[in-house]
């Protein structure tokens, strides 16, 4: 069962993002070795295509980018985990229609992001939302 982020875009009443259970069991190991946690999801090519996770902090977001939701990777009764998944403000504008799931693969992204020395990638897997306004 996938991880729903919150919903934290003002007006909107469903999540744009979640987690698989793949990707939610790699990030409880990540922020065991690597502490808070956050994901940014740029327009570039190649890695840049990748949703890539960084140490809380380690990438500076602007006003250049979109807040899409925050997860709570904790087990329950843990105490809070929280990860931001950022987007760049301009992918934003493609994407906008679409609900977003993080998955985990075999393979190496980029070498920015945590999940590399792992043998695996994150990967982002989307559908296309069929309504005019589907998260409001």
Request: hydrophobic share 45%.
């Amino acid at each position: 069962m996938s991880l729903d982020a919150t919903v934290v875009i003002p007006g909107e009443r469903l999540s744009r993002v979640a987690l698989n259970p793949d990707a939610l069991e790699l990030l409880r190991r990540l922020w065991s070795r690597h502490g808070p946690l956050m994901f940014h999801q740029s327009g570039g090519c190649c890695d840049g295509s990748s949703p890539m996770c960084f140490p809380a902090g380690d990438f500076l977001t602007s006003a250049a980018d979109v807040l899409l939701g925050v997860f709570d990777i904790s087990p329950a009764g843990d105490g809070s985990q929280p990860i931001a998944f950022w987007m760049s403000a301009e992918q934003f504008e493609y994407w906008s229609h679409t609900h977003l799931t993080v998955d985990v693969v075999p393979g190496r992204g980029s070498g920015f992001s945590v999940e590399a020395p792992e043998g695996v990638r994150f990967l982002i897997r989307s559908r296309l939302m069929e309504i005019e306004a589907p998260f409001a």
